[in-house]
């Protein structure tokens, strides 16, 4: 058994999410870095040192998400912290009338069924951690209060794919936070801010240090830190 808590972030190769397993690791994690392409999830990990490990973890392959839990099961008996960092964004840009439905459902299955199945299959390992987190990061464009305010301005960022799955993302914390409320376990959102990457762009105004601290604060709350929120930094953000 480790004496460091053991976490497990999806699509932590790269971006947001392997900036996320730095400030862990610096805060005394072990860390499980979650990728679908074994040579890219080594690379981040070895770039991490020996408290970074790749684990397969291919969001549209639920065979993956049992054969993960079986191992941290076999390795560690528990799991203390998930985050759900993996996401995809194919319609952004797009307009809801027009985004071809196929995008729409690549976005479902790996920003909310992928999070969903995954999470379900960590959930017995989180209950034996003595208090388990799981961050979800969904994003601001999944707010319903935003979307729905024709004087907000999103750009271009008003797609149905994205937004729509991330907005689902949010109702899965607040309904899995409600159901988890007389235990340990934690359920927050987080929006990372408009962020550096691959997904957010070069235009994006903050790098992957500021946007992976959303993430890193929620995984860290104390027993007496939120649970079912949605946050930037630490700021309450609306639905
Ligand atoms: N950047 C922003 O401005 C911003 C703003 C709000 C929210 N977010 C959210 O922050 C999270 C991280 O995004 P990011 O900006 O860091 O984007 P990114 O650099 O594109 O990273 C996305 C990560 O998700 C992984 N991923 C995607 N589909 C996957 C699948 N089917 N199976 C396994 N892994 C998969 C990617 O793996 P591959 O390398 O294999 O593709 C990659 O590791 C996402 O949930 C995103 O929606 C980002």
Known sequence: MSESKIALISGANKGIGLETARQLIAKGYEVYIGARREAEGQAAAAKLGPKAHYIHLDMSNPDTFIAAAQKLEQLHGLLDLLVN?????????????????????????????????????????????????????????????????????????????????????????????????????????????????????????????EGAQTSVWLATLPEDGPTGGFFFKQDRLPW
Not at 90 to 113: C, H, W
Not at 148 to 173: E, H, I, Q
């Open 85 to 209: 960092n993996a996401g995809i964004g194919p319609d952004n840009g797009m307009k809801p009338s027009e985004a071809p439905i196929e995008l729409i459902r690549d976005s479902f299955n790996t920003n909310v069924f992928g999070l969903v199945e995954l999470t379900q299959r960590m959930l017995p390992l989180l209950r034996k951690s003595a208090g388990g987190r799981i961050v979800n990061v969904a994003s601001i464009l999944g707010s319903l209060t935003l979307n729905s305010d024709p004087n907000t301005d999103l750009g271009d960022w008003r797609s149905f794919g994205y937004n729509g799955s991330k907005a689902a993302v949010n109702m899965f914390t607040a309904t899995l936070a409600f159901e988890l409320r007389n235990t340990k376990i934690k359920v927050n959102s987080a929006h990372p801010g408009w962020v550096k990457t691959d997904l957010g762009g070069d235009a994006a105004p903050l790098d992957v240090t």
